[in-house]
Protein backbone atom coordinates (compact mmCIF):
# COMPACT_ATOMS: atom_id res chain seq x y z
CA UNK A 1 0.00 0.00 0.00
CA UNK A 2 1.71 3.48 -0.91
CA UNK A 3 2.14 5.43 1.81
CA UNK A 4 1.24 8.45 -0.10
CA UNK A 5 -1.90 9.93 -1.90
CA UNK A 6 -2.33 12.58 -4.98
CA UNK A 7 -5.55 14.87 -4.65
CA UNK A 8 -7.05 16.89 -7.32
CA UNK A 9 -6.47 20.77 -6.56
CA UNK A 10 -9.56 21.90 -8.66
CA UNK A 11 -8.96 21.60 -12.32
CA UNK A 12 -4.76 23.18 -12.25
CA UNK A 13 -3.20 21.69 -9.57
CA UNK A 14 -2.27 18.06 -7.96
CA UNK A 15 -1.29 17.46 -4.26
CA UNK A 16 0.98 14.81 -2.76
CA UNK A 17 1.03 14.12 0.34
CA UNK A 18 3.18 12.18 2.29
CA UNK A 19 2.39 11.39 6.49
CA UNK A 20 0.34 13.87 9.20
CA UNK A 21 3.05 15.74 10.69
CA UNK A 22 6.23 17.67 10.64
CA UNK A 23 9.55 15.37 10.16
CA UNK A 24 12.37 15.71 8.69
CA UNK A 25 12.40 12.52 7.04
CA UNK A 26 8.87 13.42 5.23
CA UNK A 27 10.67 16.69 4.17
CA UNK A 28 13.77 15.06 2.37
CA UNK A 29 10.82 13.04 0.05
CA UNK A 30 9.04 15.66 -0.65
CA UNK A 31 12.06 18.12 -1.45
CA UNK A 32 13.83 14.97 -3.70
CA UNK A 33 9.82 14.64 -5.55
CA UNK A 34 10.22 18.65 -6.21
CA UNK A 35 13.83 18.20 -7.65
CA UNK A 36 12.58 15.01 -9.62
CA UNK A 37 9.58 16.92 -10.94
CA UNK A 38 11.48 20.01 -11.65
CA UNK A 39 14.29 18.23 -13.55
CA UNK A 40 11.99 16.66 -15.79
CA UNK A 41 10.59 19.61 -17.12
CA UNK A 42 6.97 17.92 -17.99
CA UNK A 43 4.72 19.49 -20.63
CA UNK A 44 2.40 21.97 -19.14
CA UNK A 45 3.99 22.12 -15.35
CA UNK A 46 4.15 25.73 -13.93
CA UNK A 47 5.32 25.58 -10.35
CA UNK A 48 6.33 23.01 -7.36
CA UNK A 49 5.33 23.66 -4.34
CA UNK A 50 7.15 22.28 -0.78
CA UNK A 51 5.07 22.57 2.25
CA UNK A 52 5.42 20.55 5.35
CA UNK A 53 4.04 17.29 4.37
CA UNK A 54 2.78 17.98 0.70
CA UNK A 55 4.15 18.80 -2.93
CA UNK A 56 1.62 20.93 -4.69
CA UNK A 57 2.67 20.65 -8.37
CA UNK A 58 0.91 23.66 -10.24
CA UNK A 59 -0.10 23.02 -13.63
CA UNK A 60 -1.58 24.42 -16.97
CA UNK A 61 -4.82 22.62 -17.97
CA UNK A 62 -4.83 23.83 -21.45
CA UNK A 63 -1.17 21.91 -21.84
CA UNK A 64 -1.46 18.56 -19.81
CA UNK A 65 -4.23 16.74 -17.35
CA UNK A 66 -4.45 16.02 -14.03
CA UNK A 67 -4.42 12.49 -14.74
CA UNK A 68 -1.45 12.29 -17.22
CA UNK A 69 0.66 14.07 -14.44
CA UNK A 70 -0.58 11.64 -11.40
CA UNK A 71 1.19 8.64 -13.29
CA UNK A 72 4.15 10.65 -13.73
CA UNK A 73 4.61 11.57 -10.04
CA UNK A 74 3.10 8.28 -8.74
CA UNK A 75 6.76 7.42 -10.92
CA UNK A 76 8.78 9.91 -9.54
CA UNK A 77 7.48 9.45 -5.90
CA UNK A 78 8.81 5.62 -6.06
CA UNK A 79 12.10 6.50 -7.97
CA UNK A 80 13.40 9.68 -5.53
CA UNK A 81 15.85 8.92 -2.60
CA UNK A 82 17.69 11.95 -1.51
CA UNK A 83 17.61 14.98 -3.32
CA UNK A 84 20.80 15.30 -5.33
CA UNK A 85 23.07 18.50 -5.73
CA UNK A 86 23.55 20.99 -3.40
CA UNK A 87 21.90 23.39 -0.91
CA UNK A 88 22.87 26.42 0.88
CA UNK A 89 23.57 27.32 4.67
CA UNK A 90 23.36 31.01 5.42
CA UNK A 91 24.65 32.58 8.25
CA UNK A 92 22.26 34.63 9.61
CA UNK A 93 23.21 37.77 11.98
CA UNK A 94 20.67 38.09 14.67
CA UNK A 95 20.53 40.82 18.08
CA UNK A 96 19.34 39.78 20.97
CA UNK A 97 19.47 42.69 23.42
CA UNK A 98 16.48 43.14 24.76
CA UNK A 99 15.70 46.33 22.57
CA UNK A 100 15.32 43.79 19.59
CA UNK A 101 14.10 41.11 21.74
CA UNK A 102 10.88 41.75 23.68
CA UNK A 103 9.62 38.20 24.45
CA UNK A 104 13.63 36.80 25.87
CA UNK A 105 12.90 37.63 29.12
CA UNK A 106 9.75 36.09 29.23
CA UNK A 107 10.69 32.81 27.08
CA UNK A 108 13.73 32.38 29.35
CA UNK A 109 11.35 32.20 32.37
CA UNK A 110 8.99 29.89 30.78
CA UNK A 111 11.76 27.44 29.73
CA UNK A 112 13.34 27.96 33.58
CA UNK A 113 16.85 29.04 31.00
CA UNK A 114 18.47 32.81 31.59
CA UNK A 115 18.33 35.14 28.73
CA UNK A 116 22.25 33.91 27.73
CA UNK A 117 20.93 30.43 27.83
CA UNK A 118 17.98 31.15 25.42
CA UNK A 119 20.88 32.80 22.73
CA UNK A 120 23.04 29.85 22.90
CA UNK A 121 20.47 27.16 22.28
CA UNK A 122 18.82 29.21 19.60
CA UNK A 123 22.09 30.24 18.17
CA UNK A 124 23.65 26.79 18.00
CA UNK A 125 21.05 25.06 16.47
CA UNK A 126 21.21 24.17 12.75
CA UNK A 127 17.83 24.92 11.21
CA UNK A 128 16.43 22.94 8.68
CA UNK A 129 13.62 25.41 6.15
CA UNK A 130 10.43 22.96 5.79
CA UNK A 131 8.73 25.61 3.74
CA UNK A 132 8.29 29.28 2.81
CA UNK A 133 4.80 30.85 3.31
CA UNK A 134 2.31 33.32 5.35
CA UNK A 135 3.94 36.64 3.88
CA UNK A 136 6.43 36.53 0.86
CA UNK A 137 10.08 35.11 2.29
CA UNK A 138 8.48 33.65 5.53
CA UNK A 139 10.65 30.70 6.51
CA UNK A 140 9.44 28.29 8.98
CA UNK A 141 12.42 26.07 10.30
CA UNK A 142 13.04 23.12 12.46
CA UNK A 143 13.87 21.98 14.65
CA UNK A 144 14.12 24.02 17.69
CA UNK A 145 15.75 22.54 20.74
CA UNK A 146 12.88 21.03 22.92
CA UNK A 147 13.82 23.41 26.17
CA UNK A 148 12.52 26.36 23.96
CA UNK A 149 9.73 24.88 22.19
CA UNK A 150 6.65 26.91 23.76
CA UNK A 151 3.08 27.53 22.63
CA UNK A 152 2.06 30.41 20.37
CA UNK A 153 1.50 33.61 22.80
CA UNK A 154 -1.59 34.39 24.31
CA UNK A 155 -1.85 37.42 23.08
CA UNK A 156 -0.67 37.62 19.48
CA UNK A 157 0.68 41.21 18.28
CA UNK A 158 -0.98 43.15 15.31
CA UNK A 159 2.24 44.53 14.38
CA UNK A 160 5.39 42.45 14.11
CA UNK A 161 8.25 44.37 13.11
CA UNK A 162 10.05 43.25 10.11
CA UNK A 163 13.01 41.22 10.63
CA UNK A 164 11.88 39.92 14.17
CA UNK A 165 13.59 36.01 15.02
CA UNK A 166 10.13 34.27 16.67
CA UNK A 167 9.41 30.74 17.83
CA UNK A 168 6.79 28.70 18.65
CA UNK A 169 5.93 25.19 19.45
CA UNK A 170 9.13 23.24 17.65
CA UNK A 171 9.24 25.57 15.04
CA UNK A 172 11.34 29.10 14.42
CA UNK A 173 11.30 31.92 11.71
CA UNK A 174 11.55 35.56 10.75
CA UNK A 175 9.40 37.84 9.98
CA UNK A 176 10.33 39.75 6.33
CA UNK A 177 7.78 42.30 6.37
CA UNK A 178 5.61 43.93 9.33
CA UNK A 179 2.64 41.89 9.48
CA UNK A 180 0.42 40.60 12.75
CA UNK A 181 1.93 37.43 14.47
CA UNK A 182 1.41 35.46 17.49
CA UNK A 183 5.15 33.85 17.81
CA UNK A 184 7.82 34.59 20.60
CA UNK A 185 9.82 37.66 19.61
CA UNK A 186 13.17 37.06 20.63
CA UNK A 187 15.96 39.04 18.47
CA UNK A 188 15.76 40.51 15.37
CA UNK A 189 17.96 40.12 11.96
CA UNK A 190 19.25 43.42 10.00
CA UNK A 191 19.23 41.27 6.77
CA UNK A 192 16.39 41.31 4.21
CA UNK A 193 14.43 38.23 4.02
CA UNK A 194 12.73 39.25 0.55
CA UNK A 195 13.96 41.48 -1.98
CA UNK A 196 11.36 41.99 -4.83
CA UNK A 197 14.27 43.74 -6.81
CA UNK A 198 17.12 40.90 -6.22
CA UNK A 199 17.42 37.97 -8.68
CA UNK A 200 16.44 35.43 -6.04
CA UNK A 201 13.71 36.73 -4.33
CA UNK A 202 13.12 34.96 -1.37
CA UNK A 203 16.58 34.47 0.10
CA UNK A 204 15.83 31.18 1.81
CA UNK A 205 14.26 28.55 0.46
CA UNK A 206 13.05 24.76 1.22
CA UNK A 207 15.53 22.47 2.10
CA UNK A 208 18.26 25.27 3.15
CA UNK A 209 19.99 25.49 6.42
CA UNK A 210 20.07 28.54 8.64
CA UNK A 211 22.66 29.67 11.36
CA UNK A 212 22.22 32.33 13.36
CA UNK A 213 25.17 34.00 14.58
CA UNK A 214 24.67 36.87 17.91
CA UNK A 215 26.13 40.23 17.31
CA UNK A 216 26.01 43.31 19.37
CA UNK A 217 23.86 46.41 18.99
CA UNK A 218 26.17 48.51 17.04
CA UNK A 219 27.47 45.63 14.85
CA UNK A 220 23.75 45.18 14.06
CA UNK A 221 23.65 48.97 13.49
CA UNK A 222 26.06 48.48 11.03
CA UNK A 223 25.42 45.62 9.10
CA UNK A 224 21.76 47.57 9.11
CA UNK A 225 23.21 50.22 7.11
CA UNK A 226 24.86 48.46 5.02
CA UNK A 227 21.80 46.54 3.80
CA UNK A 228 19.91 50.17 3.50
CA UNK A 229 22.65 50.72 0.78
CA UNK A 230 22.91 47.48 -0.83
CA UNK A 231 26.24 46.98 0.13
CA UNK A 232 25.71 43.55 2.08
CA UNK A 233 25.33 40.11 0.93
CA UNK A 234 24.54 37.37 4.44
CA UNK A 235 26.82 34.66 3.86
CA UNK A 236 26.80 31.39 2.91
CA UNK A 237 28.02 28.29 1.42
CA UNK A 238 27.16 25.30 -0.12
CA UNK A 239 26.11 21.96 1.72
CA UNK A 240 26.46 18.51 -0.24
CA UNK A 241 23.10 16.74 0.24
Known sequence: MADFRILNAADSALIVEFGSKIDRKISERILAL????????????????PTFRSLSVNYDPLVTTGRELEHRITGFVSDSGKVSGSRRLWDVPACYDPEFAPDIEAVARAAELTPAEVVTLHSETQYHVYMVGFVAGFPYMGDLPAKLRLPRRADPRTRVPPGSVAIATSMAAVYPYESPGGWHLIGTTPIRLFDPDSERGALLRPGDGVKFRPVSKSEFAKIRKAVEQRNYTPASKEIAV
Not at 34 to 49: D, F, N, Q
Open 34 to 49: AAAVEKARLPGVTEVL
